[in-house]
């Protein structure tokens, strides 16, 4: 019988998390004191996300529970469906904290579900509001499934503000932000039929992109939260 061998770059559900060396790489801290980035584990793609952390030289950790968000210094809410995640904060006890933590200046990176729950307001696709429960961390509306639905997705090569290169996106049922507050920096849009439309965004230490950097297994967006920690004035 012929030996079964992994396939190169192919997962096995519940693997532990082995950083990937590829391009974009940063080392960890060589004094051992790299920030922990914690990812909400509730939904969506979380070890893809533990990957891009280790890469842009921070320490990924899960969050599922009050304690395991107090040991972070930053936090990504990964993509998935927002509605469903937003019940599963409700449901764990972890709303309160981390609507708590995000007001006391927590650095926090949402795609594109999680970028929904950043926001002040939810909208349908039409632009009509959802009513849906968010955190309100980031001065915008958030339509959802602007683009339409899955088979409606696509990649686009953006620019984004403060990379040098190109950033390949994907974009799968995703949203876009309008109503920008005064506050909001807008990092970048991508061409539309309709004109160009925001997607990525930042307000002080929160950070959205509509589409999903973990797919494209790109960290620099991660390594712009991780400066975020660094840089964070302790006061």
Same mark, same amino acid.
């Given at each position: 019988?012929?030996? /079964?061998? %992994?396939?190169?770059?192919?997962?096995i559900? +519940?693997?532990?998390?082995? =950083?990937?060396?590829? %391009?974009?790489?940063?080392p $960890?801290?060589?004094?051992g004191?790299? $920030?922990?980035?914690g990812?909400?584990?509730?939904?969506?793609?979380?070890?893809?996300?533990?990957?891009l952390?280790e890469?842009a +030289?921070?320490?990924?950790?899960?969050v599922?529970?009050? &304690?395991?968000?107090a040991?972070?210094?930053?936090l990504?809410?990964p993509?998935?469906? #927002?509605t469903?995640?937003?019940?599963?904060? &409700?449901?764990? +006890?972890?709303?309160a904290?981390v609507?708590? !933590?995000?007001?006391?200046?927590?650095?926090?990176?949402?795609?594109?579900? +999680?970028?929904?729950?950043?926001?002040r307001?939810p909208?349908?696709h039409?632009?009509? %509001?959802?009513?849906?429960?968010?955190?309100?961390?980031?001065?915008?509306?958030? !339509? !959802?499934?602007?683009?339409?639905?899955?088979?409606? #997705?696509?990649?686009? &090569?953006?620019?984004?503000?403060?990379?040098?290169? $190109?950033m390949r996106?994907?974009?799968?049922r995703?949203?876009?932000?309008?109503?920008?507050?005064?506050?909001?920096?807008?990092?970048?849009?991508v061409?539309?039929?309709?004109?160009a439309?925001?997607?990525?965004?930042?307000?002080?230490?929160?950070l959205? #992109?509509a589409?999903?950097?973990?797919? #494209?297994? &790109? =960290? !620099?967006?991660?390594r712009?939260?991780v400066? /975020?920690?660094?840089?964070?004035?302790?006061?």
């Amino acid at each position: 019988m012929q030996a /079964a061998h %992994p396939v190169p770059g192919a997962r096995i559900p +519940g693997e532990s998390l082995v =950083p990937d060396r590829g %391009p974009h790489h940063r080392p $960890p801290a060589a004094d051992g004191q790299a $920030p922990r980035i914690g990812v909400l584990a509730l939904q969506g793609d979380v070890l893809e996300h533990l990957r891009l952390i280790e890469r842009a +030289g921070a320490v990924g950790v899960p969050v599922r529970r009050e &304690d395991e968000l107090a040991t972070v210094d930053g936090l990504v809410l990964p993509g998935g469906e #927002s509605t469903t995640i937003g019940l599963l904060l &409700d449901r764990t +006890g972890l709303a309160a904290p981390v609507q708590a !933590r995000l007001a006391e200046g927590l650095p926090v990176l949402g795609t594109c579900a +999680g970028a929904i729950l950043l926001a002040r307001e939810p909208r349908q696709h039409d632009g009509t %509001p959802t009513g849906q429960w968010c955190l309100g961390a980031l001065d915008v509306a958030a !339509r !959802r499934n602007a683009f339409g639905r899955q088979v409606a #997705s696509f990649e686009a &090569d953006l620019d984004v503000a403060g990379l040098t290169d $190109p950033m390949r996106a994907v974009f799968i049922r995703a949203p876009w932000f309008e109503d920008l507050g005064a506050g909001v920096e807008v990092l970048a849009t991508v061409a539309t039929d309709v004109g160009a439309r925001v997607v990525v965004v930042r307000q002080g230490p929160v950070l959205a #992109s509509a589409f999903h950097p973990e797919l #494209s297994d &790109d =960290p !620099r967006l991660h390594r712009l939260l991780v400066d /975020a920690v660094v840089t964070r004035d302790p006061a």
